[in-house]
Every structure is written in C-alpha cells, then in structure tokens.
C-alpha cells in the first residue's frame, strides 16, 4: 500500500517523511477510509494529539532565521513560517505559529534585533499560524487579518486534513485581531510600504498575501506551499481560487521578488509561477472527471498529479481536498441550473394555464 502522508498546511515536506513513518498504523487506518470516500475523516484529535501526530515537540523545537533583505527576516519553527520586519518604528510579524513556541520566537526576534511585536499580522485563520494570538495579544499586540479569517477565529471549526482532523476552538476575545481588512490594506512602516492583499477564497476563505514593497518579498501564507497544498474545502477553501490568488500576487511581483512560503524554503516568482502550473494541470485533469461523474476512487485511481509526485510529495491529501472543492463548485452550478430551469418551467405552466383560462399571458 502506498504510504499516505499527512502533508498539510501545517507540515513541512522533510518532517512529514520521518513523520510519516511513526504514523503507520494510523495511516493505514484512514488509508482504508480515504479509498471509500473523500469526504470523511478520522475523529478530531486536540492539540496534544495532533502534536503527537506530526511529531511535534516545542521542548526541543529549534527556530532557525534566515534574512530575506535588510531588516526582514523568514523565521522557521513549528507551524507556519514567520516573516520579521525589524526596524526604526519597531517589530512586525507575519504569523505567529503557536503560544508554546513564543519564547523561541521572541528570543530569535532579539537577537536580530528586535523586539516586543508591535504588529503580527494573520495570513489566515488556521491554528499553526495564527494560535499565537493567544500569547500576543494579551501583551498588547496589534492582531491583523482579513476580516474572513476574524469570523472564523471566532467560533468552532473542523479543520479537515482527511487522514486527520483537527477541531480549532473558538480564540478568546484579546487573541482577535482588533484590525481587519476586506480587499487591500496597507501599512507604513519600518520605511516600507507593506501591502496587505486578498483576492478571494483560496485556501481558506479569509487569506491575505503580505508583500513588503521596499524589501520586494511577498509572504503567501498557506495559499503557496513547497509541497502539494492543503486546500480547506469543508470551510469555503477553493482550488480555482487558489490558482487565481497565486496568479494575481505573480502579476504583481517581478522577477526578483523573493516568495515565501507558508511552509518550505523561500522561493521565486518563477517557483510561484511552476506551482501555478502544477496546480493548473492536477485541476483541469480532476474537472474533466468530475464533470463527467466520476467517483473519487476513479480520480484517484488516474494518478492525476503523477509526474509532479517527485517533486511535490504525496498527493493523497491534494488529490483529496482538490476533487472535494471541484465537485462541490460543480454540484452547485447544477443545483443553479436546475432551479433556473424549475422557475422557467413554473412560469412556461403558469402562461399556459393563463392563456387556458382566458386570461392575459404575462
Ligand atoms: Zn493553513
């Protein structure tokens, strides 16, 4: 059997391979029912299991920076990546991973520097890149996010990542951003103009893109990752979506642009503009079956990422989530029609019986 990896929006590509090995017989559990259907999932695990799970462990976690341009900082821990601007009006941040780790990020944010976070902004909702809140914002940190992801940090939500699932609990009041956007925002600060962007549901539905104009670098979030993505398609997440996120911020940057990830090595506009591609591919492949009825076994069962495996990992999540939110547009579009239909139909009769009465059609 192949050995299903629980890549996610949370999991770097190195950790899931030595992870993976430790999940055996869970994976081989959901394995069973990931073949039977791409909706259902294991029972929720809470934060202790899921740290379990991927093998996470903040004791011995290490937080390694590496500096992207004069000032800006990519920081590296558990959970997402963590984009630092260091400067003369004082320390902002791009996700904030989870309250255990602070301290390591803290530490790592003196010793470049900086210090208490003036600003952490939020790529989005999910809980390894924005449960740090719950540390911040208690210190008087100004918490920032797409007004989407706000809502969602308000209430209970299932995080579906098929061969596990994660039940994200409601974050108390002061772990909320006090600041939200809808389409664009824009900061000034550290001498640069910090664009805050959102181009619609990709991901999730509340993702913003941050892109430092003065240190031409882009933070993506979960929207780009150097694996095969997770796309939350049980909260609004949406594979069309994602492709045309990643498109609009590609238009925006040049090729210098340094693009970083939620998880993985820092990357390009052309790496951007690969991933789009692959994302392009799966997706059209996956439509055409979806379309035409097929079950989530039969698209499985074409290997539809197949020569991109090498390079992006296992597919089974992706493959996963990706027929679930292509099937879920596509059901919708028919439920549409079809009650464009009925009403045409229902008026056509209503005309007719006017007419049979005597009346005026109308
Ligand atoms: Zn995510």
Not at 88 to 107: A, H, R, Y
Not at 166 to 181: C, H, N
Not at 343 to 360: F, I, S, V
């Amino acid at each position: 059997m192949k050995k299903v990896l629980l890549h996610t929006c949370t999991v770097v590509m190195d950790r899931w391979v030595v992870q993976s090995r430790r999940l055996g017989a869970l994976v081989a559990l959901t394995v069973i029912a990931l073949m039977a259907s791409p909706a259902k999932a294991a029972e929720p695990v809470d934060l202790p299991g899921l740290m379990e799970a991927f093998g996470w462990d903040f004791d011995s976690a290490v937080v390694r920076a590496e500096k992207v341009s004069e000032g800006l900082y990519l920081l590296f821990g558990i959970g997402g990546n963590v984009a630092v601007s260091i400067g003369s009006q004082g320390t902002l941040i791009v996700d904030d991973q989870f309250p255990e780790i602070m301290p390591k990020l803290e530490k790592a944010i003196t010793n470049l520097g900086g210090g208490d976070v003036d600003f952490a902004l939020n790529t989005h909702w999910h809980f390894d890149h924005a449960q740090g809140n719950l540390a911040l914002g208690p210190k008087g940190t100004w918490i920032v996010a797409h007004e989407t992801s706000r809502d969602m940090m308000m209430g209970n939500h299932n995080v579906n990542l098929v061969a596990l699932n994660y039940d994200q609990k409601a974050y108390p009041a002061a772990a909320l951003p006090s600041i939200t956007f809808t389409d664009e925002m824009q900061f000034h600060f550290n001498g640069q103009r910090i664009e805050l962007l959102h181009f619609g549901p990709a991901h999730t539905t509340g993702d913003t893109a941050v892109y430092f104009e003065g240190s031409n670098a882009v933070h993506l979030g979960d929207v780009f990752n150097r694996g095969y993505p997770f796309i939350d398609a049980d909260n609004g997440g949406d594979l069309d979506g994602m492709i045309s996120f990643c498109r609009a911020v590609h238009q925006r940057i040049n090729k210098d642009t340094k693009v970083m990830p939620g998880h993985g090595d820092i990357s390009d506009r052309e790496g951007l503009l690969h991933y789009i591609k692959m994302l392009q591919t799966v997706r059209d492949r996956i439509a055409v079956m979806v379309v035409a009825g097929a079950s989530f076994t039969e698209v499985q069962a074409t290997s539809p990422t197949a020569e991109f495996d090498d390079e992006f990992g296992d597919p089974a999540m992706f493959v996963d989530r990706a027929y679930t939110s292509l099937k879920k547009k596509h059901e919708a579009a028919r439920n549409a029609a079809s009650a464009v239909a009925k009403a045409a139909a229902e008026a056509a009769a209503h005309q007719a019986a006017t007419l049979k009465a005597g009346g005026e059609p109308k």
